[in-house]
């Protein structure tokens, strides 16, 4: 079987600055936050990247905001690594961490609502997530003229991914 090199993998802090560097050209166009290379070696635990032996080409991020309520953010992959399944991988893999630490609802803000919804995610009202909105939305250029999608993985959509999902 030809298996992919890539390893999705924890960060080390001394991935901050690659992992900046994936998500710096997606700022400027609102599709990530802003993340500066000292918040990411403090919230190192908070991602997980793919590694091709060297190189960083894709990461994802987790938070926590209790209650069993997990989001998947900072999602990216490497331009010259996309669209051979990558970032679904690191998307299962960030559910996978997620149900691991007690995650019984995970959910995203997206603009590429399809490549949740393949993996089970079902759209729902962004109102759900007020946690959400406070804390991030208020600082987003895009505030006011929201695009992005909310999308969920919860109950028994939850527990099926994980039995079905074998290691990234
Ligand atoms: C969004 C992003 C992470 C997707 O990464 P990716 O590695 O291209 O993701 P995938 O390959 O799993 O899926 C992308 C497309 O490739 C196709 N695809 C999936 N697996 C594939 C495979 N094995 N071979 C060929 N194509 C495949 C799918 O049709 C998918 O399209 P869809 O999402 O519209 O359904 C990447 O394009 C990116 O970094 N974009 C810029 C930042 C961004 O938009 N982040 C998302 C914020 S939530």
């Not at 209650?67 to 399944?85: K, N, T």
């Not at 099926?160 to 074998?166: A, M, Q």
């Amino acid at each position: 079987m030809n298996e992919s090199p890539i390893r999705i993998v924890a960060a080390a802090a001394e991935d901050a600055e690659a992992i900046v560097g994936l998500l710096q050209p997606y700022v400027p166009l609102g599709i990530v936050l802003p993340r500066t290379v000292e918040e990411i070696r403090r919230r190192h635990a908070d991602f997980l990247v793919a590694r091709d032996g060297g190189r960083i080409v894709g990461t994802v991020a987790l938070r926590d905001f209790g209650a069993g309520l997990h989001e998947i953010r900072s999602l990216v992959v490497d331009v010259a690594h996309a669209g051979h399944g990558l970032g679904s991988r690191l998307v299962e893999a960030a559910v996978r961490e997620a149900a691991a630490n007690g995650a019984g609802r995970v959910f995203a803000l997206t603009l590429r609502p399809h490549l949740f919804a393949r993996l089970g995610f079902r759209q729902v009202d962004m109102d759900l997530f007020p946690q959400k909105v406070w804390l991030d939305c208020a600082k987003c250029p895009k505030r006011d003229c929201c695009d992005e999608i909310a999308l969920i993985l919860e109950g028994e959509d939850l527990a099926r991914f994980v039995r079905e999902h074998g290691r990234s």
